[in-house]
T-cell receptor, first 113, second 113 residues
Framework: DSGVTQTPKHLITATGQRVTLRCSPR?????VYWYQQSLDQGLQFLIQ???????AKGNILERFSAQQFPDLHSELNLSSLELGDSALYFC????????????FGDGTRLSIL | LAKTTQPISMDSYEGQEVNITCSHN???????ITWYQQFPSQGPRFIIQ???TKVTNEVASLFIPADRKSSTLSLPRVSLSDTAVYYC??????????????FGKGTKLSVIP
């Protein structure tokens, strides 16, 4: 058990809809990362937050947004969903220092019908 | 973003040493390499991380040559339970304490009895 909790585990919705994925980091970790994993693109870094502030941005679409709350949990919002957004979405957490590893949750599987 | 290349798959017999290489653009001294292991329906799990030369822990070794154009994950005496997908992650420093993160496409290791 990594200590990172992601909810829900599975989500099925339709094109054009909006969903919110939630992540609770490991106790004591200040940084949260979001990744998208699909068969054709592999693991893609989306965005990182550190203690409530955005720290780094990767290949995150404008239709996607994230935030980290004062209690350090994070949410990833996906809107105007398209079929191609179907993927596994992982959250990871770390202390925030570059020499410390990230610990991943078991992901949310998003299916767009 | 760094470009990374890993072999798609590898086979090995139980008890053998396995070396998986990740090729990447030149990375600077502030940049780091991390390796993760992923089983089906689970999030990636940290194996080892390093910046240069050689790092060893209880499960693996990581070799980064002086030219820093590649890194090699070494798994000693693999067992059937090491059958998984292995990913390299390159963290490229982008200033203000932040890193751009790029995963390789993954190497599927199959351990044969």
């Amino acid at each position: 058990d990594s200590g990172v909790t992601q909810t829900p585990k599975h989500l099925i919705t339709a094109t054009g809809q909006r969903v919110t994925l939630r992540c609770s980091p490991r106790s004591g970790d200040l940084s949260v990362y979001w990744y998208q994993q699909s068969l054709d693109q592999g693991l893609q870094f989306l965005i990182q937050y550190y203690n409530g502030e955005e720290r780094a941005k990767g290949n995150i679409l404008e239709r996607f947004s994230a935030q980290q709350f004062p209690d350090l949990h994070s949410e990833l919002n996906l809107s105007s969903l398209e079929l191609g957004d179907s993927a596994l979405y992982f959250c990871a957490s770390s202390s925030g220092q570059p020499n410390q590893p990230q610990h991943f949750g078991d992901g949310t599987r998003l299916s767009i019908l | 973003l760094a470009k990374t290349t890993q072999p798609i798959s590898m086979d090995s017999y139980e008890g053998q040493e396995v070396n998986i290489t990740c090729s990447h653009n030149n990375i600077a001294t502030n940049d780091y390499i991390t390796w993760y292991q992923q089983f089906p329906s689970q999030g990636p799990r940290f194996i080892i991380q390093g910046y240069k030369t050689k790092v060893t822990n209880e499960v693996a070794s990581l070799f980064i040559p002086a030219d820093r154009k590649s890194s090699t994950l070494s798994l000693p005496r693999v067992s059937l339970s090491d059958t998984a997908v292995y990913y390299c992650l390159v963290g490229v420093y982008s200033g203000a304490g932040s890193y751009q993160l790029t995963f390789g496409k993954g190497t599927k290791l199959s351990v044969i009895p």
